[in-house]
C-alpha cells in the first residue's frame, strides 16, 4: 500500500510474449540459413520461454544458487552439488527442447538442418535463461570428439541423444539421459593448456580401449555433476585427450573430488569447480598425444555456442530496453519518443541483428562442412570471427541496454530483474571457451591458410555493388593478411572481417534500411565509440519498429 503517493509511469514487464513470434531478425536469418525449416515448434518453445512460469524458475535458479555438498553428514565424501528445483526445471525443459546432444541423433542428421534448428532453439532458450546451458552447451559438443572412441560412444550415444534429464549420481546405463563436461585448464595456464601437469599413467585395457589413472587437478571444472568429462592429462606420450565418467562402469564412484564452488561474478545458475582427481580411471579418447586437437573438435562446438548465447542475450537486453522506453515517459513524451533515445535504440538494434545474422550464418556451416567445401573453410573462419567480435561487443551492449532503463537498470530487482543478470553474464562467453586474443590468433592462423582468402571472397560477393565502405573493405582484406607479418594487429583483423561478413549477410537477410545504417557506421566512419551515434540520415522508424519484441 502507498499511503503518500500514487505510482505510475513504471512500465509493465515483458512477460508472457512469444520471444520467437515477436523476433523478426531471428526469423529472416533462419529463412535464409536454412529455407526448408519449419518453425513451428520454435513459435512453442518461444511461447514456453517467455512465459511468467518459466522466467520466476529462471529468477529462483539464480537466487538459490548450487550449494556443493562435499561430505554426507556421517562424513563420508559424496562430491555433490545441490541444486534448487527451478534449476532442475530448466534443464528438463532445455533437454526435452533438444538442445544438449540431440541435433547428433539419426533422425536430426538427417533433416540437414539439425543444427541451424538447434542453434535458434538455443538463442530462445538463452533469453529465459542462460547459465544453466553451461552443461547443455558441453553435452551438444561433445559428440564429434567422443565419436574417436567407437565403444564409448556407441554406449553412451543413446543417453547423450535422448530428450530426457535425470540429475541422479548413478551409472549411465541406468539413466534415460546424462549431460557432460570438460576440464581443461589448470591453475598454471587455461590458454596454454600444453601446461597442463595432470598425469594420467596406462592401467591395461578393456572393452573401452586404453585405459588410464588420472592424478592432477582442474582449476575450472564446470557443471561437475555431469556424468561423464573429457579432459586432458600427460601421458607418457604427451598430452592426451581421456573419458573420466562419474560413475564407473563396475558401479563405484570415481575418484573425483570437488574441492569448493567458484563465487563467480555472473553464471551464477551454473556450479563451476575446482577439482582433483586422486587415481582417477579414465579412457583414451583419439589418439595418444594428441590431445589438444582432440578436445578442439568439442571447443569449436561450444565456441559456436558462445556466439549464439551472446547474440541471444543482446537479444533480450535490447527488447528489455524498447519495452521500457516505450512505456515510460521523460520530458513530455515518451522515451522511445526521444530522438536521440530513438539513435540510441536503433544502434542497439543493429548490432543485435548483425550479431543474430553472424551466429545463424556460423549455426549453418555446422550442418553442411562434411558435405561442402566452401562450408567447411567457413566454419574454420567464422568460428573464431564470430566468438571474438560478437562475445567482445557483448558487454559494452549490455550496459547501454540497461542504461535506456535508467537506475531501474542497475538495481537486481527492477528492469523486470533481469538486465543486471544480463550485465553480469555477459563477459563470460568472451573468456572461457577461448579468450578474445586467442580467438584474432586463431583466425589469423585461418585465414592465413592458402583456401581463405576465395572463401571470404566468395561470401561476400553477393553484397558487392552495394555499398561502397562494404566494397573497399572487402576488396582491402586479402593484402591486409598477405602483409600482416606480425600478430600485433590480429584483433583489428578480426573486427574487420566480422563486421564485413555481417554487412554481407544483412544485405541478404534484412531491409535496406537495416544494411545502410550498419554500412554507413560501422564501415564509413560515420560512427562514434558510444552507441546512439547513428547519422541523422538514418530510418530509425523502420528499424526500431523491426526490433519490438511484441
Ligand atoms: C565461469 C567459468 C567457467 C569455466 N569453465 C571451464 C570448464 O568447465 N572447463 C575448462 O577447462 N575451463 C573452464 N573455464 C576456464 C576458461 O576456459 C579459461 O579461464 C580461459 O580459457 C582462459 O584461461 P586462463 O584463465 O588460464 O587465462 P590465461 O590463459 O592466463 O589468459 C589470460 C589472458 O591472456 C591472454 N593470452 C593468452 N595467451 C596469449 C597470447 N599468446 N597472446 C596474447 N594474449 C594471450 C588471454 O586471451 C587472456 O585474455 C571456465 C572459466 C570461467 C570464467
Not at 145 to 156: E, H, R, V
Not at 356 to 363: C, D, E, I, S, V
Not at 378 to 386: D, E, G, I, N
Request: with cysteine.
Amino acid at each position: 500500500m502507498n499511503t503518500t503517493h500514487e505510482v505510475f509511469n513504471q512500465p509493465e514487464p515483458l512477460v508472457d510474449v512469444n520471444l520467437f513470434d515477436g523476433n523478426r531478425p531471428m526469423q529472416d536469418a533462419l529463412k535464409f540459413n536454412a529455407p526448408a525449416l519449419v518453425t513451428t515448434h520454435l513459435s512453442a518453445l518461444g511461447q514456453q520461454v517467455g512465459s511468467a512460469e518459466m522466467q520466476q524458475h529462471a529468477r529462483l535458479a539464480n537466487v538459490f544458487t548450487p550449494q556443493l555438498k562435499s561430505h554426507s553428514r556421517f562424513g563420508h565424501r559424496i562430491d555433490q552439488v545441490e541444486f534448487h528445483p527451478s534449476y532442475h526445471a530448466l534443464m528438463t525443459a532445455a533437454t526435452a527442447s533438444g538442445l544438449h546432444g540431440t541435433p547428433f541423433s539419426d533422425a536430426e542428421q538427417a533433416s540437414g538442418t539439425a543444427h541451424v534448428n538447434r542453434a535458434a532453439a538455443f538463442m530462445l532458450f538463452t533469453e529465459l535463461e542462460p547459465s544453466i546451458l553451461c552443461p547443455i552447451s558441453m553435452t551438444y559438443a561433445v559428440t564429434p570428439a567422443l565419436k574417436d572412441n567407437p565403444a564409448i560412444y556407441a554406449d553412451w550415444a543413446p543417453q547423450l541423444t535422448s530428450r530426457a534429464y535425470d540429475p541422479a549420481l548413478r551409472l549411465w546405463k541406468d539413466k534415460p539421459g546424462v549431460t557432460m563436461g570438460m576440464g581443461m585448464t589448470e591453475k598454471q595456464g587455461g590458454s596454454d593448456v600444453r601446461a597442463n601437469t595432470t598425469q594420467a599413467v596406462p592401467d591395461g585395457s578393456d572393452a573401452w580401449g586404453p585405459r588410464f589413472t588420472v592424478t592432477g587437478h582442474k582449476w575450472f571444472f564446470s557443471a561437475p555433476m555431469c556424468d561423464a568429462f573429457l579432459i586432458l592429462a600427460q601421458t607418457p606420450s604427451g598430452l592426451s585427450c581421456l573419458f573420466l565418467p562419474r560413475v564407473l562402469p563396475d558401479g563405484s564412484l570415481n575418484q573425483l573430488f570437488i574441492q569448493r564452488l567458484k563465487d563467480k561474478l555472473g553464471n551464477k545458475a551454473n556450479a563451476s569447480a575446482e577439482v582433483e582427481f586422486a587415481g582417477a580411471t579414465a579412457w583414451l579418447v583419439g589418439e595418444e598425444g594428441r590431445g589438444v586437437p582432440q578436445i578442439l573438435a568439442m571447443g569449436t562446438m561450444t565456441r559456436l555456442d558462445c556466439a549464439l548465447g551472446t547474440s541471444a542475450l543482446m537479444r533480450h537486453a535490447l527488447s528489455l530496453a524498447l519495452n521500457h522506453t516505450s512505456q515510460r515517459s521523460a520530458f513530455g513524451k515518451k522515451l522511445i519518443e526521444q530522438p536521440l533515445m530513438q539513435n540510441v535504440l536503433a544502434d542497439l538494434a543493429l548490432e543485435s541483428e548483425a550479431a543474430t545474422a553472424l551466429a545463424l550464418r556460423l549455426a549453418r556451416s555446422f550442418d553442411r562442412a562434411a558435405t561442402d567445401e566452401h562450408e567447411r573453410v567457413m566454419q574454420r573462419l567464422l568460428t573464431p570471427v564470430a566468438k571474438f567480435w560478437i562475445c567482445k561487443r557483448g558487454s559494452h551492449f549490455a550496459q547501454e541496454a540497461m542504461e535506456c532503463l535508467g537506475g531501474n537498470g542497475y538495481v537486481e530487482e527492477g528492469g523486470e530483474g533481469i538486465m543486471a543478470r544480463i550485465y553480469r553474464e555477459m563477459p563470460v562467453n568472451s573468456i572461457w571457451e577461448g579468450a578474445g586474443n586467442i580467438m584474432a590468433l586463431d583466425l589469423l592462423r585461418a585465414l592465413r591458410k592458402a583456401d581463405a582468402a576465395a572463401a571470404l571472397a566468395h561470401e561476400l560477393a553477393p553484397a558487392k555493388g552495394m555499398h561502397p565502405a562494404l566494397d573497399q573493405l572487402a576488396a582491402s582484406l586479402p593484402t591486409r593478411v598477405e602483409l600482416m607479418a606480425t600478430e600485433i594487429e590480429a584483433r583489428r583483423l578480426a573486427q574487420d572481417v566480422a563486421l564485413a561478413v555481417q554487412a554481407a549477410l544483412l544485405a541478404q537477410t534484412a531491409p535496406p534500411a537495416v544494411f545502410a545504417a550498419f554500412c554507413d557506421s560501422r564501415l564509413d566512419g560515420h560512427w562514434g565509440h558510444s552507441f546512439g551515434s547513428l547519422g541523422a540520415g538514418t530510418d530509425f522508424a523502420t528499424i526500431i519498429a523491426r526490433a519490438q519484441p511484441r
